[in-house]
């Protein structure tokens, strides 16, 4: 597979004449795969505008549209016979984006292995926008609104299957799943609160409007970076972003989904979250300071999240102003 790019289009040409299968209207064979930039309000007609792209090119080909950055969001991996390509689009808390991949398989497959090898890359496709931790509407995402799919194979008749059981299926699996956590640009902090550590920051300064401190945006974004070092808080953020996603699903037995967005006061495990968050990150004075955090967030000015996320938000607040006051102040 020979890579060309440009600003606006990633063109995989294959060498060879290869059967489709997609889920994109494309031709039976193809001969490339083209990844096309198109604005982020693009609302055109797909056949025509990629008949257009097949025509310019002189190429009968594979025509993906993406509105991220090209060749940027660009990734391939291959091994053995099994080539990926994809772009991959997701927004922090929404399932707007577009993740699309392209598997080039160098063996013939016949019609039901190809349909299995779509089936194959699809899961894994979705399985690593979940572990991505991509929201829809709140709840766990396998994709976004507008993913695609195209499986490329040799000419001729031959496997039928290509499922995660077989050898086929698991090499394009992993390299779908690698491909697409790779490709995924946004910060995976962004993606837990839905903000960006800007405006964490500027909810710090919020915090300062009660017990002000003399520390600007650029020191509060150290403290927060010291932290985010540790793999062991981003363990407890994760933690909180997926209990929210079970709870909103209802995957918490013997709690609602209406119960779990009304923060019921039955619950106390998320307090206790935050409270383990605080305390690992300094002590019993972090504890304290995440209870006037929590304070703070009722007079208004600092946005409330769901159950769990809420509470390590809290913490996270908390253990930032705690170490930007002991270095201002000392221990």
């Known amino acids: 597979m020979l890579i060309e790019e440009r600003k606006g289009l990633v063109l995989a040409k294959l060498g060879n004449r290869y059967k489709v299968l997609s889920t994109v209207p494309s031709p039976d064979y193809a001969e490339a795969v083209a990844f096309v930039q198109v604005p982020k309000d693009y ?31 660009f990734v391939s991996l291959s091994e053995g016979d099994v080539k990926v390509a994809a772009t991959v689009a997701m927004t922090p808390q929404t399932c707007i984006g577009t993740i699309n991949v392209a598997v080039v398989v160098n063996r013939p497959l016949s019609k039901w292995g190809m349909a299995d090898l779509l089936r194959t890359a699809t899961e894994a496709k979705a399985l690593a926008a979940v572990d991505s931790l991509l929201r829809c509407n709140g709840r766990r995402s396998p994709g976004t609104v507008t993913d695609a799919v195209a499986i490329l194979a040799q000419e001729g008749d031959g496997e039928h299957y290509a499922g995660p059981a077989t050898e086929l299926g698991q090499t394009a699996a992993r390299l779908v799943y690698k491909a697409v956590r790779a490709g995924d640009r946004y910060d995976l902090f962004q993606r837990i609160f839905g903000l960006s550590r800007r405006e964490f920051a500027g909810l710090v300064k919020r915090l300062f409007e009660k017990a002000p401190l003399p520390a600007g945006e650029e020191e509060i974004l150290s403290a927060l970076e010291e932290l985010l070092k540790d793999p062991n808080v981003w363990a407890l953020l994760i933690a909180a972003a997926e209990l929210d996603a079970h709870a909103t699903s209802g995957g918490i037995p013997g709690l609602a989904p209406d119960e779990h967005s009304a923060d019921t006061p039955r619950i106390i495990i998320d307090e206790l979250l935050g409270a383990a968050l605080a305390d690992y990150i300094g002590g019993f004075k972090a504890v304290l300071t995440t209870y006037w955090v929590e ?37």
């Open 43 to 73: 609302c055109g007609d797909f056949l025509q505008d990629a008949s257009k792209v097949r025509d310019d090119l002189g190429l009968e080909a594979v025509v993906f549209f993406t509105a991220a950055e090209l060749p940027d969001s």
């Open 295 to 331: 304070r703070v967030k009722k007079d208004g000015g600092i946005p409330e999240l769901e159950m769990f996320r809420d509470d390590v938000l809290s913490a996270l607040l908390a253990g930032v102003y705690l170490r930007l006051y002991e270095r201002i102040y000392g221990r």
